[in-house]
């Protein structure tokens, strides 16, 4: 019996390792999956745990009101000691780029447990960009031990520091397995407001902005930008979750605030969330798993960002780096807005992020890695 702990705290991280969790829980003959949260993000967290069903064996709940990433870091780090000293699994699973992450990888190595690492060798180059998530993932990756990678790109990053090819292998995003298990084709929203927009009718942007890095005049300059399209397109609405976060808030009703046609509303569970992707006419993003999921969806995307992760999305055209400069975004929006043959291209490219299968393929090697099965499964080659 392979003992496996699943540690996450954010959203993001919830979404991306619950088909993971669902995949392992159907070989309960030869793996025991149990879960720890630290709650890093306790209410959206709390949202994507009841959406597929999933009660943590621990939580932690560390979240307080103004934390920083040195109050995250540290009770993570010693709350996740306690977990991983009475539980003992034989492999940590953590995902992608989080303070959790980190810190459960830390935790794991000082005690001397196995790490797998979900979503690995995913690289922007700029150990700022993003903050603090790119060296998040540098410092997951030299602690790890199996590097589940999304793409053959990542799987050539983790070669190039050094990492064992035996150790990596090519799976997809789990991202996609999540998307593909909650779009329904006739979704109806519980909020009237979305309801009453006509996504067929009109070209809805779907935007979202919560970079630490865009803070201040990034963001300002994006939200500039988006009132002049709307100023000259009289098809286009916005709809437009605002982040939580009070810094996000000030810009936003400042630039913002009382425009016809934008649609301020609050943060979405996921299953409504990604529905409404679905129904939208294009993303507007500075998100790092929304480049993964909206391709899937044949939605063209502008990443609010000077930097990507995913380069592989920017190669394959269902992407484009916009920046966050007022005459950037408009360029590239106006691009999608004027050219049908561009917008097309982008909708239709391929998504080079994943098939829905990465869970079930992570699952097969774990059983083959640790004598369970003789079969090694084949990788995903986009």
């Known amino acids: ?27 309960r003959d030869r793996i025991s999956c149990r879960v720890a949260v630290t709650a890093q993000h306790r209410e959206m967290l709390d949202q994507v745990l009841n959406l597929f069903d999933i009660t943590p064996e621990y939580d932690l709940d560390i979240m307080q009101p103004g934390q920083s990433l040195f109050d995250i870091t540290s009770r993570a780090l010693n709350g996740l000691k306690e977990v991983l000293t009475k539980d003992r699994p034989d492999l940590t699973l953590v995902h992608g780029d989080t303070t959790t992450t980190f810190a459960a990888s830390l935790a794991s190595f000082y005690l001397q447990i196995p790490v797998g690492h979900v979503e690995a060798g995913l690289r922007t180059g700029n150990k700022y960009s993003p903050f603090p998530e790119e060296m998040n993932r540098h410092l997951t990756g030299v602690l790890s031990d199996l590097h589940f990678a999304p793409t053959d790109r990542s ?16 799976t997809g995003n789990t991202v996609i397995d999540a998307l593909l298990a909650t779009v329904k084709k006739d979704y109806l929203f519980a909020d009237p407001v979305l309801n009453s927009i006509d996504f067929s009718g009109k070209r809805v942007m779907l935007l979202t902005t919560h970079r630490r890095e865009n803070l201040g005049d990034p963001m300002r300059g994006i939200y500039q930008a988006l009132r002049e399209i709307l100023e000259q ?59 993964e999921e909206a391709p899937s969806l044949g939605k063209p995307v502008l990443v609010l960002r000077d930097t990507t992760e995913r380069p592989e999305a920017v190669d394959a055209g269902t992407v484009v780096l916009a ?37 079930r393929r992570i699952a097969r090697f774990l059983l083959h890695r640790y004598g369970l099965d003789s079969e090694l499964p084949g990788e995903f080659t986009g």
């Open 233 to 291: 397109y009289p098809d286009v609405e916005i709809v437009f979750p605002v982040h939580k976060n009070p810094a996000v808030r000030s810009v936003v009703s400042e630039v913002m605030g009382g425009l016809d046609r934008v649609h301020l509303i609050e943060p979405m569970d996921y299953a409504p969330f990604v529905n409404l992707m679905q129904k939208c006419h294009m993303v507007l993003t500075d998100s790092g798993g929304m480049q």
């Open 1 to 27: 019996m392979l003992k496996v702990l699943a540690v996450f705290g954010t959203r993001p991280e919830a979404i991306k390792m619950a088909p993971l969790v669902k995949e392992l829980g159907l070989y």
């Open 323 to 359: 920046g966050t400069g007022k005459e950037a975004v408009l360029r590239e929006a106006r691009k999608l807005l004027d050219d049908p043959g561009h917008y097309l291209r982008m909708s239709e490219a391929l998504n080079p992020y994943g098939d829905g299968k990465a869970s």
């Open 155 to 170: 799987r050539q990053n983790l070669q190039s520091e050094g990492v064992s090819p035996e150790n990596v292998f090519v």
